[in-house]
């Protein structure tokens, strides 16, 4: 869901006093809450009066809980999100600490720098999407990954020099190789992350005292070309 420009709103200074201010946070809450909601039951495909009738209540409760100028009850917004599958994710921030007071493991409220937010909007992006590629850039892409957990031959060799590092983490080293322009240096630079010789982030032309050079080498082209494969 583009979550709508409130923030723009809610930044614009109108008073000092802190129950005003406490005032336009609430307000800004209701307004994306009731918004998410009703996007959420249009992408389910459900009427008010459809939802009211799944939930056990008239259809003025469901427009009643829709609607930004009411107050609402967290037990029936919840009550609401479950009977479309959703759920809601709250936290609680003071300072740099962040406390998740939501039940959902699996996705994570976490605290961006503006920073962050400033790349995103300049990629034209929101701050989830943004994060969620760049993760996914820095683990080293799912299609690397899916490789080196294959049955493919060149990929079980891999896996034999893997020592304590995981796929992931070699898989992200491979990425920085890939992105290296000339061939001699991806061949080289791929060679040092089968001989875990990377250090402190670089990837020189260095000698491995435990592997034999040819045999990775050899190792280091295969697996280049079969990278290039995907």
Avoid at 14 to 21: C, F, G, R, T
Avoid at 168 to 197: H, M, P, T, Y
Wanted: proline letters at 2%.
């Amino acid at each position: 869901m583009k979550k709508p420009n409130f923030q723009a709103w809610l930044q614009q200074k109108v008073s000092d006093d802190p129950e005003v201010i406490l005032a336009g946070k609430l307000e800004y809450l209701r307004l994306y809450l009731t918004d998410a909601m009703r996007e959420i039951r249009n992408k389910s495909g459900l009427t008010q009066a459809q939802l009211a009738e799944k939930l056990g209540v008239k259809q003025a409760a469901v427009s009643k809980l829709e609607s930004a100028l009411k107050e609402h009850e967290l037990e029936s917004v919840l009550h609401y999100l479950h009977a479309l599958g959703a759920d809601l994710l709250v936290a609680v921030k003071q300072g740099d600490d962040l406390y998740q007071a939501s039940d959902n493991e699996g996705v994570l409220l976490v605290d961006v720098p503006d920073v962050v937010f400033q790349k995103a909007l300049a990629a034209n992006m929101s701050v989830r999407e943004y994060v969620r590629v760049a993760v996914k850039k820095f683990s080293g892409g799912d299609d690397v990954v899916k490789f080196l957990e294959s049955n493919d031959p060149t990929a079980v060799k891999v896996r034999e020099r893997l020592g304590t590092r995981t796929i992931q983490e070699v898989a992200a080293q491979l990425e920085k190789c890939l992105s290296l322009s000339e061939e001699e240096d991806r061949i080289f630079a791929v060679k040092n992350v089968l001989a875990a010789n990377v250090t402190g982030g670089q990837m020189n032309r260095g000698t491995s005292d435990e592997f034999d050079e040819i045999e990775l080498l050899d190792l280091a082209e295969e697996l280049l070309e079969r990278l290039a494969d995907i």
